[in-house]
């Protein structure tokens, strides 16, 4: 009955997934179709009227936008979005490629911001208002608020120029991956800190730990086996939000760091106008991001027995 | 115990007498911008097509220090007439794929490039549309549609890649680079950098004179590091040779270290207001109080850092038709009030909304340039607002304005323009010609004088355009402010100093002795 009902729930939430897709997908078009003109960012200022209209007939951008989107849903339901404008050749392929870079970026995020969060959160909790609980409350208001940009930069400067202990820039491993990975992880950890202290704290208040302690449980197995398991949803949701921030947020940190990920590919297709590459790169991280939400929303039922899939 | 000892003896042995491994050497080069394709007609400019110039090569090139177009693939070359140049073709060279540099494969490859019916925008850049004919197996003629004095000098970017590649695997001619010169294509790892190594037979190899230069390493990458900062710091760290276009303040901080140099250098790019003589700037007293009203020796020397020189036309000193006569035009605000109120009185509404335009990502301190233009303006009386746009805002407006015969006159862009013909009727047609693709600037006698020009060839048309640049001089027809240096920080243990043309040659480089 149970696997019944979380295959009837998969099967939704895949429906749902398409949707969202298709309507991402589609907004993109039309947004990128409205909004400036990608032949004069391709060949630039300098060229005459003629040759930028021969591109546009080339591109099929003379045509009518119905068409143009009947062209663009029937490749993309084939994940056919065309060339690049900027690069001349297939969209996708050009983001497929970038992936690896930005898995390894987002994983390594993953395991910078979300253990540490989860430790000093929870060390926090167990010992409210004391000097460790502040100093962590700080450290991690400070993640929270820092400005990425400013400290990618101070970063570069101390770490790899004055010290050389990492690359200041490029894609490799430890030496390039740890200063852009520190910088993105610095927000998710304070976020993640916060969340796991609070949602701790409320555990402890909980009757059934005072009966834990009383029964004279061991501290450890208290925390972790009955305040951490009823506390690990919160957690859960942040954890994936960390994932999808990367996904989704790492533009700025890619390019200061060239990292080639997906996020610099994006940004240097929106500079371009490049249509079909935008297309594809906003496709491809939706994608992630709603398989990385459907993952957290099926580990709901196994932390919390309680939930449902209605 | 014996036994050990000879084992370790012979170990010792055996690693003493291995080969000593040759370390590579390697230059490698952080740059601004990746680029969009290794399409070869793309090489000519270093920020369109990243190292590619190390891989192709052109038939003849220019001597910076005498002006004079010099023979390269091409060993020699005849002007048959207005529109046609015949080519004699070095003998013994290949291409990187191993086929012949010969006429036949001269003529596949710029007979398919440069046809504008094959979709490239090649032939744009040289405002030409050329064809090449074979006449034997080391001649080929270049014939150009419209008769062309500056063919030869057009030449100089015009860079050939294998006619194998055109006729046998056409598809691959965007993602691949096969040329004749000093460096193969190795690897473009896309949003990261692009890799060559040496080419053992290269022709330059046997005559590094004719060639202008010698291998030094064993292999080039390019890395594509966007942000200033970020650039400059791989040089300071160590992890680059050469930092390509940093900022004036990464430049005075070089001069505190030890390992790094600035090495900085004037460019064929102008900084200019385009203005014209459309809407209200038909009055030539407001044209003239616009350029009087900016202080170009200020944007120079105190936002450029004193990467910038002052001018007052829109080509370098070496270039045909630049004029030695007409000096920067003169800061005097007064003068500048003065026609103001001269051109108010006379009914022109000079108090009417003026928006100072410029391009993100341009030139470093770009969007201060604008601020202290705008600034000045404002002070002698115009009344100006400042736009700093992202390409795909500005670019379109930018070509609106010119498309449009009626333009108010208002928009007025601080923008760059490089020409690297070394020709003034490449940029004068362009921004001083009523047809000119980026022009706000008519006038009918001007453009018959630029037309006039361009029939003449050597002295004459030097002197001819010399004459228009006087003409559309004084007639204000664009705020002309100063020519733009490119700055890089260059690793000590690295012999390298930039060129006119800022193409980063290996070949020009070497490790320090």
Redesign the interface.
Known sequence: MRTFIIARYLIRRLLHAVLVLFAVASIVFFLGRV????V??????????E??Q??RD?LGLNDPLPVQYIRFVSGALVLDFGDSF????PALP?VV??LP?TFALTGTVFLMAVPLGIVLGTLAALRPDSILDRGISVFSMLGVSMVDFWLA?ML??FF??QL?WF?????GGFQYIMLPALTLAVQPFGRVAQITRSAMLDQFDLPHIGVARAKGLRERRIVFLHAMKNAAVPIVTIAGDTITSVLNGSVLIE???????VG??TL?G????DLPLVEATVFTIALLVVIVNLVVDLSYAYLNPKIRYQ | MHKYILVAVVAVLMTALQPVQAQESVLTVAVAS?M??L?GYLASSEANCNGCINVVEPLVTRDFETGEMVPYLATSWEIVDDNTLEFTLREGVTYHDGSDFNAESVAAYINYVYD?AN?L?AS?SLTNVITAEVVDEFTVRIVAENADPILLQKMYTVNLESGQLITDSLDEY??TLVGTGPYMFEEW?????ISFVANPDWWGNDDPEAARGAIAFDRLVY?????D??RA??A????VDIAQFVTPDACEGAADLDDVRCESLASVETMFMRMGNGGFMSDIRVREAMILAVDKELIADAIMGGTATVTGQIVIPVTTGYNPDLPPYPFDPERASALLEEAAADGIDVGQPITIASREGLHPRHDEVAEAVAAMLAEVGFNTSVEVL???????T??SYS?DPDQPGNWIAV?L?GNEVLDLYFSGI?YFGCDG??SLYCDEEVDAMWEAANMLSGEERDLALREVAAVAYNDFGNGIIAHLNFSYLVSEGVAWQPQLDHRIQAKEAAPAS
């Open positions: 909004v400036g003109d990608p004069r960012i391709v060949l630039g200022v300098e060229v005459p009227e040759r930028v021969a591109v080339q900027w690069q001349k050749v050009l490629e970038r870079a930069l570069i400067l790899a120029v050389g690359k200041t820039s490029g894609y390019t200061i760091f060239a990292w080639p990920g610099q590919l240097l929106l500079g371009r106008r | 990746e969009t394709s399409e504008p979709g925008p744009d965007p993602t790892r896309r949003g990261e950098q890395r594509f590091i966007p942000d900062t970020v710091a791989a300071q760290a160590g992890e992202p390409p795909d805002v500005f670019n379109p930018w070509s498309d923008h323009h362009r693709s980026s």
